[in-house]
């Protein structure tokens, strides 16, 4: 059964729309936890727009479950998460223009200077995961870096609203999925989950974490970080 990760990038995001101290990242990542979530997720972004380093500092010595940190996979980030040594490292795209990331990492074009960022994390016991689309060519490439993981970019498949884009999209991370774990890779996926599309997801055979964030603190507003957490660890949970 696949286990929740719960992104809380956007506690921060409300936090640095008034430069103040609330609300504060490291109590949210507590009460996620105490509901259920099976590991915090944050991505410390070039320009800081929300979480901060001394938020990842605190998170790493506060998390119980386990801390994923998302980045780009730069040279000073790398320095980064040397220090820090989250749980594990999820290395993602990055442009500042973007309200979000917009896709997978092209890990093939990536090529050996991805593969030295790999190698230099995972030597240093920091295990990897690649963002990436379920494209063959891609999970290919990124078996041949090294990495432990792979989180398929699941924001095609969010965005349908036809049944037959939905079922196709399901199809294309199915077998995605099916053959990054016969190449040796660990699969985990995330990216535009919600409460009405993440259950696909989880029931796709040996997924093994979907990392949620903005649907679980959108709903969080109105109803609580508790239940919010609880909702879709149930929902996950629900093979019906």
């Known amino acids: 059964m696949a286990t929740l990760g719960v992104n809380i990038d956007h506690i921060a995001t409300i936090r640095q729309a008034r430069r103040t101290v609330e609300p504060d990242p490291v109590t949210a990542a507590v009460i996620a936890e105490l509901a259920g979530a099976d590991g915090i997720t944050v991505h410390l972004r070039e320009d800081r727009r929300h979480i901060q380093e ?3 500092q605190l ?11 998302e980045m780009a996979a730069v040279s000073p980030m790398v320095e980064f998460a040397l220090q820090i040594r989250p749980d594990y490292v999820t290395l993602v ?9 917009e896709g997978g ?29 379920a494209d063959p060519e891609q999970l290919k490439a990124a078996a041949q870096t090294g990495a432990q993981w792979v989180e398929l970019h699941t924001g095609k498949y969010a965005n349908c609203r036809q049944e037959a884009d939905i079922k196709a999209q399901l199809k294309y991370l199915t077998r995605g999925a099916e053959l990054a774990i016969s190449l040796g890779l660990r699969v985990n996926a995330g990216h535009g989950l919600t409460y009405q599309n993440t259950k696909a997801i989880a029931q796709i055979p040996l997924m093994e974490e979907l990392n949620i964030g903005h649907s679980i603190i959108s709903r969080a507003v109105l109803v609580g970080l508790d239940r919010a957490v609880r ?5 996950i949970a629900d093979n019906s």
């Open 54 to 56: 001394r938020d990842v």
């Open 59 to 69: 998170l790493r010595q506060t998390v119980r479950t386990h801390l994923n940190l």
């Open 93 to 101: 795209p990055e442009r500042r223009e973007e309200v979000t990331t």
């Open 105 to 133: 990492l092209d890990v093939i074009k990536g090529g050996d200077t991805l593969t030295k960022i790999v190698e230099t994390l995972q030597e240093a016991g920091i295990p990897v995961s690649l963002f990436v689309d």
């Open 231 to 235: 909702e879709m660890k149930a929902l």
